[in-house]
Structures are given as C-alpha cells and as structure tokens.
C-alpha cells in the first residue's frame, strides 16, 4: 500500500508527491481546479493542460504548474504517474500511480454521463480505487444531456414569453459552462456575472456571444433576460434588478423537492458535475479494484453498500473535500468578483 490518508491529503511517499493536498506541499498533483481540491501555497503543481489556465487564474500566475496530456507518463522515483479523463468539468483528470505492479487510481471528482462539453470518463483498470460519494444513495437518478437541455430551453422560453427576466444559478466553473452550452441557439440576450465571465476567460472560452454584467443593463436591453450568476447571489439584493424574473437552480441537490425549497427556486433543474448513484457503481465496477476508499459524500453508506452488494474492501476516508456543496456560500466567487459583477 503505497498510498497514505494524512493529515495534509492523499500522499504517495515513494513519489514524494501529494494528490489535491488540503494544506501547502512541497509537490502536488491537481485533479481538478475547485478551490476544495487545487488549494493555494504549494511549491509545485502537476495537472492537465486545460486546467493551466483556471489554475493561474485562481491560484496565481505565478504558481509552478507542470502540464501533462491524458495517458501522458511521468516518471517519479519509479512511480509511473498518468492523468485520465474524470468528465467533471474542463481539464478534469482521475490520477493513476503505478508502482512495483500495484496501481491506485485517485479519481477527484467525476461524472460518468457524458455532457457534450467536458471529455468523457475513462474508467481505469487498478487495484486500489479513491472515489467520491456526493449523490451515494439510490434516489439520486440524473436525466441525461439531451432531456436536461430541452427542459431548461422550455423553462426560459415559456418567462421570457411572459415577460419575466430568467436567472440561472451555478457554479462558476464547471456548472456555468454547462448552463450555456443548453442555451447556445436561445435568442435572448444573455448576460454573465463576472465571476463566470472571468471564469469563461480563464478556460480560454469565448465570450462573444454574452454580455459581462454592468450596472443598469436591464435598462440598457429594456427587455426580459438570461441571466447565469453563481449561488452567492441567492437572495442578494443584486436580483432585484432583474424583477420580474423566475429563479432556476441547477444542481443534483435539485433531485430533492427539500433543496429546491430552502434556495427559494422557481425550478430546480437537476444538473450535476458529479455522478449519480449508477454512475458512481458503474464506475466503480469497471475499474476492477477490490480495494475501494470512500471519501466525500454518503461515504458511510456508500461504503457499506459496496462491501455488502459486490464484496469489495471498501472503507471510509476522511477529506476535506466538499463536493457540490450548494448549502454553503459559493466558494467559487471572491468578494472582489461579487463586488465588480
């Protein structure tokens, strides 16, 4: 076992190298660009090449980053280390570290149904799996790409023909992407917070066809908008600009009629970076390991499903990853974007 659980994150001694460490290292190995996995303060970083922007982006141009394709290898004191795809949002990668024959696979975060924008999941073959368990119970069932985008179109063209202003909720980085790539064909004027126009610019994304949020632009347009903001808007006052407007949150919590009430939603579209329950259990099967370490999420549950159902060594693991967190402020936002959106 040459993977270790401490108290800086998921360290690998042979390498020298941690995987989304959770406290400043010497060498770090970036799954993904979310601030619970890419944290600042390391002497170096290793990830893929779509997330070199995002990651100077919000962790400093400055930082030591260190790129690699998927299945691109680097040697490291006889680790053989490789990214692989985790269709979790642009540059996404499950890192798999081989060494003397045994082969662990840390996927990050991942999401098994493809969304048309991210490259899909690969599963990789190990003998030792790290997985997440966000949506680990079984009323967790995600609609696919195709549905998700005909109900959210429907949903803003049934407002913008009453002539209410549509305002789309998402993270950031990941879920905004996927908010505007349903909407690509929609005629109405779509205009961005800036954190996610900041964010677009990072991912090397074209923001031609939006308009970057700017102080009285309902009146500028003078007529009913799409507007994609991140959850720190919730209940702000920076809404009521938009008034008459519905509020759609998209996020897997949104599965959950709960969730959807305590965000005080229109509607709830149920869109997810992360996989569902089949998907987490396709996953985790293809892979082949016998060994498997839950870590945020239902891990509890998840765990003891996985060891009771299929027979695997499957045991808990605390993190400090969050996962899609939607009751929690919107880490993804600064003050400063919140101030100058």
Request: net charge negative; proline share 5%; aromatic share 10%.
């Amino acid at each position: 076992m040459f993977l270790q659980f401490d108290k800086d994150g998921i360290y690998c001694a042979q390498a020298g190298v941690y995987i989304d460490p959770w406290k400043p290292v010497d060498k770090a190995i970036i799954t993904h660009a979310h601030s619970d996995h890419a944290r600042r303060g390391s002497k170096s970083y290793l990830a893929h090449h779509d997330s070199r922007g995002i990651l100077e982006y919000r962790l400093g141009q400055e930082i030591q980053l260190e790129t690699l394709g998927y299945s691109e290898p680097v040697i490291m004191n006889g680790v053989r280390i490789s990214l692989h795809p985790a269709g979790h949002i642009t540059g996404s990668s499950q890192v798999r570290l081989e060494y003397k024959g045994e082969i662990w696979v840390v996927s990050g975060d991942y999401k098994v149904m493809p969304d048309g924008i991210t490259t899909p999941f690969e599963p990789v073959p190990c003998h030792h799996f790290v997985t997440e368990s966000t949506f680990g119970l079984p009323v967790y069932n995600f609609p696919d790409a195709a549905t998700l985008d005909a109900d959210l179109k429907s949903w803003c063209c049934k407002n913008l023909n009453a002539g209410k202003s549509c305002v789309l909720i998402g993270y950031s980085l990941g879920k905004a992407q996927r908010i505007l790539s349903s909407l690509h064909d929609m005629p109405s004027p779509v205009i961005l917070h800036g954190a996610i126009y900041n964010t677009n610019t990072a991912l090397g994304l074209s923001n031609e066809r939006y308009t970057r949020y700017a102080a009285g632009i309902k009146k500028t347009f003078q007529e009913p908008l799409i507007v994609v903001a991140p959850p720190s808007v919730i209940g702000s006052s920076w809404l009521r600009q938009f008034e008459p407007y519905e509020l759609g949150v998209c996020s897997g919590w949104m599965q959950l009629r709960g969730a959807r009430r305590r965000r005080n939603a229109d509607m709830g579209f149920v869109m997810s970076d992360h996989a569902d329950w089949k998907g987490l259990n396709e996953a985790v099967l293809a892979t082949g390991a016998d060994h498997i370490y839950v870590t945020h999420g239902y891990k509890s549950i998840y765990a003891k499903w996985l060891t009771e159902q299929f027979g695997l060594d499957a045991v808990t693991v605390d993190t400090l990853y969050e996962g899609e967190a939607l009751e929690q402020p919107d880490t993804e936002t600064t003050e400063e974007e919140d101030e100058a959106a």
